[in-house]
């Protein structure tokens, strides 16, 4: 199976777009294209809600120049793949603290809710009827509802503060790509994110 994805921005223009042979290999943030929509010419839609648009000619003025522009083409070029390297590194990394899947969001949350519920009350609860996701996991991650709940409790605690040490440099690293002016600011700006991410060990 194929994932196609595009990332778009918040008018729904396509960012970039492409293709992975596994679900862990598409892009954080990307949206599935439809079976219309090709990778390559994904930029020629934009996204409104659920639906993908053809953009109209006006979008796309005739060049006034005498003949392309290489450097312009080769900056935007640049750019895109260094976006892409940045987004593929920061989920590579966030894949060490948390599983990369669909819902997996959805079920670190509850189950952190679900722990410090459980670790609120006193005395501990006799059954588990209230707490499904800790009756469901107890006794193969842990032994008890009491250690599980911990474990999840400071797990979520782990996966924040990387976070917390990952998102700014992502977010540097793709605001200063996106206003480096020439590829020489692009690759340094790419090294500096390198150094950053490979400080986080």
């Known amino acids: 199976m194929t994932y196609r994805w595009a990332l ?3 008018s729904g223009y396509v960012l970039s777009a ?17 079976p219309e929509v090709a990778p390559r010419t994904a930029h020629l839609f934009r996204k409104s809600g659920d639906a993908w648009l ?19 083409a080769a ?13 593929d590194v920061t989920s590579a990394l ?9 819902g997996q969001d959805m079920l670190y949350q509850a189950k952190r ?9 006193d005395p501990e609860p006799a059954t588990l009827t209230l707490f499904p996701l800790l009756a469901a996991e107890v006794g193969i991650t842990a032994s008890t509802p009491y250690e599980l709940a911990q474990l999840w409790v400071n797990m979520q ?26 590829e020489g600011e692009i690759a340094t700006a790419l090294a500096t ?3 950053a991410i490979g400080g986080l060990g």
Do not use: H, K, M, N
């Not at 053809?54 to 312009?72: I, M, Q």
């Not at 966030?94 to 669909?102: E, G, H, P």
């Not at 809710?113 to 009350?121: G, I, P, T």
């Open 8 to 10: 778009v921005d918040a």
């Open 18 to 34: 492409g293709s992975a042979p596994q679900a862990a290999a598409v892009p954080e943030g990307a949206v599935a294209l439809p």
């Open 54 to 72: 053809a953009r109209p000619p006006e979008d796309f003025p005739p060049d006034p120049s005498p003949g392309p522009e290489p450097a312009g």
């Open 75 to 87: 900056l935007a070029s640049a750019r895109r793949r260094a976006i892409a390297e940045i987004t």
């Open 94 to 102: 966030r894949r060490r603290y948390i599983t990369a899947a669909d």
């Open 113 to 121: 809710d679900e722990a410090v519920a459980y670790l609120a009350l």
């Open 157 to 182: 605690a782990i996966w924040l503060a990387a976070a917390a040490q990952i998102e700014p440099i992502r977010l540097t690293a793709v605001y200063t790509v996106e206003t480096a002016a020439t």
């Open 193 to 195: 994110f390198r150094a």
